[in-house]
């Protein structure tokens, strides 16, 4: 199943009115505004890193094998060809973690989007549960646009050479789709 924007937008929602909640009451009893520390950030960095390169690597192989049925179909010869380096079973994982990145940054986001909303006008932007907040905001939606490019990239072309329909579906899952 593919992202679903309406889908990431919902639990945004969801999740910024939850962070403004929790900060709201946890302010009125005395406690901190509940963000991630911006040490966090290296961490939302490495994950995201990581499942990037992930994807650049599918996405490699699956070129790698395109151009030799390419060059066999130029040359009017039977298509040979190389061995996966990857097996399809660890493309369909690395889909699964580019979308988990998407939701999970989606959630981190909207959090501290609603954390945002309560302690953005009163302390500004300089106090430090702001700051992190706002870095936490941009990791997660750099999370949340590496989810749909790892998404991307472990796309396979159909088997004819035709251009990807998206609405088209066969054997219940979507064409063009990360099983491969």
Same mark, same amino acid.
């Given at each position: 199943? =593919? !992202?679903? *924007? +309406?889908?990431?937008?919902?639990?945004? $929602?969801?999740?910024?009115?939850?962070? #403004?909640?929790? @900060?709201?009451?946890?302010?009125?009893?005395?406690?901190?505004?509940?963000?991630?520390?911006?040490?966090?950030?290296?961490?939302?960095?490495?994950?995201?890193?990581?499942?990037?390169?992930?994807?650049?690597?599918?996405?490699?192989?699956?070129?790698?094998?395109?151009?030799?049925?390419?060059?066999?179909?130029?040359?009017?010869?039977?298509?040979?060809?190389?061995?996966? =380096? !990857?097996? *399809? +079973?660890?493309?369909?994982?690395?889909? $699964?973690?580019?979308?988990?990145?998407? #939701?999970?940054? @989606?959630?981190?986001?909207?959090?501290?989007?609603?954390?945002?909303?309560?302690?953005?006008?009163?302390?500004?932007?300089?106090?430090?549960?702001?700051?992190?907040?706002?870095?936490?905001?941009?990791?997660?939606?750099?999370?949340?646009?590496?989810?749909?490019?790892?998404?991307?990239?472990?796309?396979?072309?159909?088997?004819?050479?035709?251009?990807?329909?998206?609405?088209?579906?066969?054997?219940?899952?979507?064409?063009?789709?990360? $099983?491969?």
């Amino acid at each position: 199943m =593919r !992202l679903q *924007p +309406l889908w990431l937008l919902l639990i945004c $929602a969801g999740a910024v009115l939850a962070g #403004y909640l929790a @900060t709201v009451l946890m302010v009125a009893a005395g406690y901190s505004s509940p963000v991630l520390p911006m040490s966090s950030a290296i961490t939302l960095a490495a994950i995201g890193l990581i499942i990037l390169v992930l994807g650049i690597l599918v996405w490699a192989d699956q070129r790698r094998l395109q151009r030799a049925d390419d060059t066999a179909r130029r040359e009017h010869t039977t298509p040979v060809r190389p061995t996966r =380096r !990857l097996h *399809p +079973l660890q493309a369909v994982r690395v889909v $699964a973690a580019g979308q988990a990145c998407a #939701y999970a940054g @989606t959630i981190i986001a909207g959090w501290h989007g609603g954390v945002l909303l309560d302690l953005g006008p009163a302390a500004g932007m300089t106090a430090p549960n702001a700051t992190s907040s706002l870095v936490m905001v941009i990791g997660g939606l750099i999370w949340v646009i590496i989810g749909f490019v790892v998404e991307t990239l472990c796309r396979i072309p159909p088997e004819d050479g035709t251009p990807l329909d998206e609405d088209e579906e066969t054997d219940g899952l979507e064409e063009g789709h990360a $099983a491969f």
